[in-house]
């Protein structure tokens, strides 16, 4: 099992950044594929970009494409996502999720994923 742990969500004006982090506890991160997601008001969750467990293949949804970064740093076993340009859509609470598998794809899709952090919030302010 792994345990997650989100933070660095907040208020900021549109045009500005922030760096998301997740923090995992338990199993080796490395075994692990991960995804960030987000769930805005009265939205389903939607992912927003996923990456292989080793390396830095990734996946970006069309919407964030540009803007936003996942990144995973395995010794640390934490995971980040970089968010630039930041608009009010962006608004929603971001949830990090892990996939444990021995391939080495990246996941989109909510089923996919077995474990989630309990997110952290961020709004964009117009």
């Known amino acids: 099992q792994v345990q997650l742990v989100e933070s660095g969500g907040g208020l900021v004006q549109a045009g500005g950044s922030l760096r998301l982090s997740c923090t995992a506890s338990?199993?080796?991160?490395?075994?692990?594929?991960m995804g960030w997601f987000r769930q805005a008001p009265g939205k389903e969750r939607e992912i927003v970009a996923a990456i292989r467990r080793i390396g830095d293949n990734t996946y970006y949804a069309d919407s964030v494409k540009g803007r936003f970064t996942i990144s995973r740093d395995n010794a640390k076993k934490t995971l980040y996502l970089q968010m630039n340009s930041l608009k009010p859509e962006d608004t929603a609470v971001y949830f990090c999720?892990?996939?444990?598998?021995?391939?080495?794809?990246?996941?989109?899709?909510?089923?996919?994923?077995?474990?989630w952090g309990q997110g952290t919030r961020v709004t964009v302010s117009s």
């Open positions: 338990g199993r080796t991160f490395s075994t692990y594929a």
């Open positions: 999720a892990a996939k444990s598998t021995w391939t080495n794809n990246y996941y989109t899709r909510n089923e996919d994923y077995e474990y």
